[in-house]
């Protein structure tokens, strides 16, 4: 009997320790693939990565990853405010400022945080 190998890159939520506050959500072929890319995100050791499968957000796979708001609304995740430290989640009443980054977006509570520090990595696109 011959084991199929799995080609389709699959959601794996990181984060270094046992914290809940921090993470990272990474698209690998294995948990040990997505280890390692987040060791060369976050300058972490390998072994002190906590990896867990994410399988409500493989369908994002194709698209690089979800949006901020299909995160906030469809997945109760929550950020934090570049600018003041507010935690930001699905019932912040203010509109929501996002700068798309390469590893992880940079979210603000609203336009005033937005336009008190502005985030300037080349590349980003900020989302209004």
């Known amino acids: 009997m011959s084991r199929e190998k799995n080609t389709e890159r699959r959601a794996y939520v990181l984060r270094e320790g046992y914290s809940d506050e921090h993470c990272v959500l990474v698209y690998a072929l294995t948990s040990r693939e997505a280890r390692k890319s987040y060791s060369l995100i976050d300058n972490a050791t390998y072994i002190s990565v906590g990896v867990e499968r994410a399988p409500s957000l ?28 507010k935690r930001v989640d699905g019932e912040t009443e203010a509109r929501i400022v996002t700068c798309e980054d390469r590893w992880s977006p940079v979210v603000y509570c609203g336009e005033a945080c937005c336009a008190k520090r502005p985030y300037t990595a080349r590349g980003a696109e900020v989302s209004r």
């Open 58 to 85: 493989d369908q994002y796979a194709s698209r690089g990853g979800p949006s901020v708001s299909d995160l906030l609304t469809h997945h109760a995740w929550w950020f934090e405010c570049y600018a003041c430290t």
